[in-house]
T-cell receptor
Framework: GAVVSQHPSWVICKSGTSVKIECRSL??????MFWYRQFPKQSLMLMAT?????????EQGVEKDKFLINHASLTLSTLTVTSAHPEDSSFYIC????????????FGQGTRLTVV | AQSVTQPDIHITVSEGASLELRCNYS??????LFWYVQSPGQGLQLLLK??????LVQGIKGFEAEFKRSQSSFNLRKPSVHWSDAAEYFC??????????FGTGTRLTIIP
């Protein structure tokens, strides 16, 4: 089946630095990628939707200048957390939507970000 | 706007006992329905899904779920839980290529 590969699995960074998270669709082309965030003991909330060749769309309350999303090709979407702060510590997970009717979304393995 | 409600934040059951996790949704039409499981520090694993047809769906690890249109519910069940079932369970809804909307999750604890 289709696979979305997300890297890194975990990352620790210092406050003020930037972190890039990559999501690759390994055996299919993804024109859209959803980026979710999950704070500890909470549910997954959609942050933004990346679209190949166009600007990402952000959910209300998500700072587009802080969470930079790039969808440079049909197999790669990246999320960069700029000037990270401890409150950005979270689990970030990407998902490619279903490729057809009656199929499910494909999730990456997730990235645990800890900002110290 | 669509929403998903999982009324039980935390459930504790004894190993070998039956389990039912509740999920109710609010959506304009009958959406696609999913149950995911997440172990601590891990990603999501799809347990089962409903698109259309038979309202009782079977999933992996012995789980099943029943779609009830009249109640806008999609409850997850397992006849006999194992200690390895301890995890966080999320109900999710979506349609077509749209994003998924997740419930708040139910944490399952298994006692010996």
């Amino acid at each position: 089946g289709a696979v979305v590969s997300q890297h890194p699995s975990w990352v620790i960074c210092k406050s003020g630095t930037s972190v890039k998270i990559e999501c690759r669709s390994l055996d299919f082309q993804a024109t859209t990628m959803f980026w979710y965030r999950q704070f500890p003991k909470q549910s997954l909330m959609l942050m933004a939707t990346s679209n190949e060749g166009s600007k990402a769309t952000y959910e209300q309350g998500v700072e587009k200048d802080k969470f930079l999303i790039n969808h440079a090709s049909l197999t790669l979407s990246t999320l960069t957390v700029t000037s990270a702060h401890p409150e950005d510590s979270s689990f970030y997970i990407c998902s490619a939507p279903p490729g057809g009717e009656n199929t499910e979304a494909f999730f990456g393995q997730g990235t645990r970000l800890t900002v110290v | 706007a669509q929403s998903v409600t999982q009324p039980d934040i935390h459930i504790t059951v004894s190993e070998g006992a039956s389990l039912e996790l509740r999920c109710n949704y609010s959506y304009g039409a009958t959406p696609y329905l999913f149950w995911y499981v997440q172990s601590p520090g891990q990603g999501l694993q799809l347990l089962l899904k409903y698109f259309s047809g038979d309202t009782l769906v079977q999933g992996i690890k012995g789980f099943e779920a029943e779609f009830k249109r009249s109640q806008s519910s999609f409850n997850l069940r397992k006849p006999s839980v194992h200690w390895s079932d301890a995890a966080e369970y999320f109900c999710a809804v979506g349609f077509g290529n749209e994003k998924l909307t997740f419930g708040t999750g139910t944490r399952l604890t298994i006692i010996p």
